[in-house]
């Protein structure tokens, strides 16, 4: 079973600050397979990005995700104040989807 | 427009049985899979298990299996999650998505459920 582990915890910035959340795989997986997703208070998930990198439809650029192998990257380039909230980093593997334990992004 | 529609928020006691929906588009219920994802209060998602309501094909995550049921009725373009016998541990919001390939694209408004005596 593939385990995600998502640093750090909490990211304390101001708006307009960069933001850069890390979700680290236990084992190598296909970029195809990972995903992120931003979640607010009281709200369903919402899908930011596919296939590592690939923003969904609706999506700010100023989202970006990068990585491979085991080492995945969502970075937001400028904070806007919308985008405090949690954000999980998923992935697929044997017939199954598992998710990190998330990172919060919080206002410093 | 995609809508997964859920059912309504429940409160039950320890023991009793409940079964939960999510209502699509035809299709969304027929030819994507349908995920449940649980949220307990303070805590991260969790997989819980997904429905191919076309042939009924089901997945369970080994931490739910044969703790619920996933099931399908795709003539009323419809999902369900169901327990036969509440705990108070089941005690958080489920959710259901839709699974486009790896990832879940669209996603229910989410289903709370309280279980307490």
């Known amino acids: 079973e593939i385990v995600l582990t998502q640093s750090p915890g909490t990211l304390s910035l101001s708006p307009g600050e960069r933001a850069t959340l890390s979700c680290r795989a236990s084992?190598?997986?296909?970029?195809?397979?990972l995903a992120w997703y931003q979640q607010k208070p009281g709200q369903a998930p919402r899908l930011l990005i596919d296939?590592?990198?690939t923003r969904a439809t609706g999506i700010p650029d100023r989202f970006s995700g990068s990585g491979s192998g085991t080492d995945f990257t969502l970075t937001i380039s400028r904070l806007e104040p919308e985008d405090f909230a949690m954000y999980y980093c998923?992935?697929?593997?044997?017939?199954?989807?598992?998710f990190g334990g998330g990172t919060k992004v919080e206002i410093k | 427009e995609v809508q997964l529609v859920q059912s309504g928020a429940e409160v039950k006691k320890p023991g009793e049985s409940l079964k939960i929906s999510c209502q699509g588009s035809e299709d969304s219920l027929t030819t994507y899979w349908i995920n449940w994802v649980r949220q307990m209060p303070g805590k991260g998602l969790e997989w819980m298990g997904a429905i191919y309501p076309g042939d009924s094909d089901t997945r369970y995550s080994p931490s739910f299996q044969g703790q619920v049921t996933i099931s399908a009725d795709k003539s009323i373009t419809t999902a369900y999650l169901q327990w036969s016998s509440l705990k108070a541990s089941d005690t958080a919001m489920y959710y259901c998505a839709r699974g486009d390939g790896y990832n879940l694209d669209y996603w229910g408004q989410g289903t709370l459920v309280t279980v307490s005596s």
């Open positions: 998923q992935v697929y593997g044997r017939s199954r989807l598992t």
């Open positions: 296939s590592a990198s």
């Open positions: 084992q190598s997986v296909t970029s195809s397979y």
